[in-house]
């Protein structure tokens, strides 16, 4: 179901406008499309937009384009301050409920890791995962049931249970998620690898040394 999203009618464009737009708690943006007559600059809530972004930054939104009619609108870019990371700017892109989007959907770690509870750390390699489908169909996240994930196992992108209808375009072996082996577990395996490496190497010099001295005699 569609969420009602008001936007204003924008008519400043000076730096200084944008200023006092932003002062004001609001955020400018622009809405464009294939079945608007031109893009539409808007002004929207900051507090409605930041709820939304926390929330459901899928979500299909309906808005009332100024002068263009409603329209139903997904949230296509949103652009940042780099120091204080307040939003500046949003971009809408105004969609066919019948025509597949492209979206980045999060991924959730489900269960309790066999392996995490045997001392591992389950490290988190992909965030989200990009997906195509119909703007209806975009699940708000992908759940990834690690329960049976041990110390040193992995799931990858083909072992992700996706909803019908919803494809992702990378590569399948790419990995999500794997279980680590303790910290001290890999200090022992490193000691361990290191003390064989120093005893093959003292057993190379032994091994010259015995055929330097038959070799002299």
Same mark, same amino acid.
């Given at each position: 179901?569609?969420?009602?999203?008001?936007?204003?009618?924008?008519?400043?464009?000076?730096?200084?406008?944008?200023?006092?737009?932003?002062?004001?708690?609001?955020?400018?943006?622009?809405?464009?499309?294939?079945?608007?007559?031109?893009?539409?600059?808007?002004?929207?809530?900051?507090?409605?937009?930041?709820?939304?972004?926390?929330?459901?930054?899928?979500?299909?939104? %309906?808005?009332?384009?100024?002068?263009?009619?409603?329209?139903?609108?997904?949230?296509?870019?949103?652009?940042?301050?780099?120091?204080?990371?307040?939003?500046?700017?949003?971009?809408?892109?105004?969609?066919?409920?019948? %025509? %597949?989007?492209?979206?980045?959907?999060?991924?959730?770690?489900?269960?309790?890791?066999?392996?995490?509870?045997?001392?591992?750390?389950?490290?988190?390699?992909?965030?989200?995962?990009?997906?195509?489908?119909?703007?209806?169909?975009?699940?708000?996240?992908?759940?990834?049931?690690?329960?049976?994930?041990?110390?040193?196992?992995?799931?990858?992108?083909?072992?992700?249970?996706?909803?019908?209808?919803?494809?992702?375009?990378?590569?399948?072996?790419?990995?999500?998620?794997?279980?680590?082996?303790?910290?001290?577990?890999?200090?022992?395996? %490193?000691?361990?690898?290191?003390?064989?490496?120093?005893?093959?190497?003292?057993?190379?010099?032994?091994?010259?040394?015995?055929?330097?001295?038959?070799?002299?005699?």
């Amino acid at each position: 179901m569609a969420i009602a999203m008001q936007a204003d009618a924008r008519s400043v464009k000076t730096k200084g406008d944008l200023r006092k737009l932003r002062l004001g708690g609001m955020v400018p943006g622009v809405v464009y499309g294939k079945q608007l007559s031109e893009s539409a600059t808007v002004s929207i809530r900051e507090k409605e937009l930041k709820a939304l972004l926390r929330s459901q930054p899928n979500a299909v939104l %309906e808005m009332e384009v100024p002068g263009q009619g409603k329209h139903s609108v997904m949230v296509a870019d949103v652009q940042r301050d780099s120091l204080n990371g307040v939003i500046t700017h949003v971009d809408f892109h105004q969609i066919n409920m019948n %025509e %597949e989007v492209r979206a980045n959907v999060r991924i959730e770690a489900t269960g309790d890791s066999t392996g995490v509870r045997e001392g591992g750390i389950l490290s988190i390699v992909l965030h989200e995962l990009e997906v195509q489908c119909l703007p209806g169909a975009i699940p708000e996240h992908i759940p990834v049931d690690i329960s049976s994930l041990g110390i040193g196992e992995s799931l990858q992108v083909k072992d992700l249970m996706l909803p019908q209808g919803v494809e992702v375009s990378s590569d399948p072996e790419v990995v999500v998620l794997t279980v680590l082996a303790p910290q001290k577990e890999l200090d022992e395996t %490193e000691a361990e690898a290191q003390d064989v490496e120093a005893k093959e190497a003292e057993s190379r010099s032994d091994h010259a040394q015995h055929e330097e001295i038959s070799t002299s005699t």
